[in-house]
Structures are given as structure tokens and as C-alpha cells.
T-cell receptor, first 113, second 111 residues
């Protein structure tokens, strides 16, 4: 089975711009979760999508949004980028029934200058 | 508000000895706990988990202990190997919903 893939792997953006990150889950997995990893903060939960619906949401401002398509692929969008948004963004997929085991992609490293 | 805490950012252990990684949590509603290992440039990979109805779970060289009264869990790796050098994250969940992660402990196993 192919693993979780994320594109792009690296991204450099300027303050004020917006960015869209993509995540393709493991085939058959219907749940996709997004996390932000920064030094000293660990992994912070952004949101989870299951069957195209946002099922859980973390404590991030509305500039962070996401969506899930019918094939379970998910995108995350960050508008009006700030320097503090520089981080590794990880997505994780699971069967979502719920499933306690999440499988992570390699992440997208976003740098905001 | 960090509900899951790993107070040791780093740990060094000699090869062959025991590695003990610790994790504390504040929410007594957590019913499932997991450990993940992360190598640079890769996403975290699932290592071992434990349900709140148990106090110990073992998988090969890895054992997780849960002390609910102290809201504390630990991961024991015996014997430690150089390939175990990585960042370890503990995580907790309520009914498989939102997962809360600690800040990670970087383990270095010295040959």
C-alpha cells in the first residue's frame, strides 16, 4: 500500500501571501488530520476531515482552513501568511471509524519570509 | 494549554542500556495513549500504544507503562540501539478524536 503523500515538500512564501498544501491519504482511509509542528511546540492539531466534512478543529485562527474531496484527498489553505506560520505541516490519515492509529506523511516545510 | 507534556527535550543513553522516555498529561478523560518516533525529514511513525484500561503494553524491545493516578506514562526501550536515535512523541486521545501531542524528546543512543 502506498503511504501518505504530501505536496509540495518545501515551500517559501512571503508575508501576506496565501498557500495551499495537499495531502493524499492511504488508499481506503477516509480521515485526514492536519498538524503544525514548530520547535518547542510539538505537533499542534489543526483540523480533521472525514468523508468531506470537518469533524474536529483545533485552536487555530480562521486563516487556516481545509477541505476534503470525494477521493479523500485533502488540502489545507493558509491565507495572509505571517512569519510565525513557518513550520512543518504534517498530515495523517486513518480509517477514521474512529481509528487510533494515524499514518503520517513526510510533511511540507513552509518558510515565510 | 499543553495537555500533554514531555519535560525532557533530550536524552542520551549508551547502546545496550535502557532508555526511559517520560510523558505527563493533565486531562483525565484521555482514554488512549500512543508513542511515535520521528526521524529527520520523515513524518512520525507509530510505535506503540496503550488503552487507559491497561497499565502496561509490551512490543518487543518497547514497553509502555501507564500510571493513571499520576497522569504519567513512560516508554522503555531495552536494549537501546543506535537506530533508535530519533525524536519520540507521546500523544493522547479521547475516543479516537483529536490527538494531543507532546513536544517530543530527542533520544541519542551512543554506540
Amino acid at each position: 500500500k502506498a503511504g501518505v503523500t504530501q505536496t509540495p515538500r518545501y515551500l517559501i512564501k512571503t508575508r501576506g501571501q496565501q498557500v495551499t498544501l495537499s495531502c493524499s491519504p492511504i488508499s481506503g482511509h477516509r480521515s485526514v488530520s492536519w498538524y503544525q509542528q514548530t520547535p518547542g511546540q510539538g505537533l499542534q492539531f489543526l483540523f480533521e476531515y472525514f468523508s468531506e466534512t470537518q469533524r474536529n478543529k483545533g485552536n487555530f485562527p480562521g486563516r487556516f482552513s481545509g477541505r476534503q474531496f470525494s477521493n479523500s484527498r485533502s488540502e489545507m489553505n493558509v491565507s495572509t501568511l505571517e512569519l510565525g506560520d513557518s513550520a512543518l505541516y504534517l498530515c495523517a490519515s486513518s480509517s477514521g471509524t474512529p481509528s487510533y492509529e494515524q499514518y503520517f506523511g513526510p510533511g511540507t516545510r513552509l518558510t515565510v519570509t | 494549554d499543553q495537555q500533554v507534556k514531555q519535560n525532557s527535550p533530550s536524552l542520551s543513553v549508551q547502546e545496550g542500556r535502557i532508555s526511559i522516555l517520560n510523558c505527563d498529561y493533565t486531562n483525565s478523560m484521555f482514554d488512549y495513549f500512543l508513542w511515535y518516533k520521528k526521524y529527520p525529514a520523515e513524518g512520525p511513525t507509530f510505535l506503540i500504544s496503550i488503552s487507559s484500561i491497561k497499565d502496561k503494553n509490551e512490543d518487543g524491545r518497547f514497553t509502555v507503562f501507564l500510571n493513571k493516578s499520576a497522569k504519567h506514562l513512560s516508554l522503555h526501550i531495552v536494549p537501546s540501539q543506535p537506530g533508535d536515535s530519533a525524536v519520540y512523541f507521546c500523544a493522547a486521545s479521547i475516543l479516537g478524536n483529536q490527538f494531543y501531542f507532546g513536544t517530543g524528546t530527542s533520544l541519542t543512543v551512543i554506540p
